[in-house]
């Protein structure tokens, strides 16, 4: 079984979701991302997802549509701390007026 992409910090009606703190590779499977997100969002009832960004430095646009697209069912979508280049990409694309962006600790699971 592949290791998940995403990492669950939080779940419920708003779900905090990141990529423990790893850069985003360019090959990163989008489908199976997808995937992931919607079988989460189906699981917690979730109504808003925020995406903890620290640590990324790059998103495929693949799933930056993917992220804008979450809209189309009626889930709200928040980033926290993208870098700068991501920041640029946002708000060149507009996506940044869709989906706010934030600068804030997201609380993260203590590990062992």
Known sequence: MA?????VYQTGPT???????RDILGDVNV????????????EQRCSVVAFDLTG?????????GLLASMRQNEIEVHLYNPSDDI???????????????????VPRPERD
């Open 56 to 64: 990324v430095k790059f998103i495929p646009s693949g799933l930056l």
């Open 87 to 105: 920041r640029e990409v946002l708000t060149i694309t507009g996506l940044e007026k869709i989906m706010p962006v934030h600068r804030i600790e």
């Open 15 to 21: 779900t905090v979701v990141g990529f423990g703190g």
């Open 3 to 7: 290791k998940p992409i995403l990492e």
């Open 31 to 42: 489908a199976l991302c997808r995937n992931e997100l919607l079988q989460l969002i189906e």
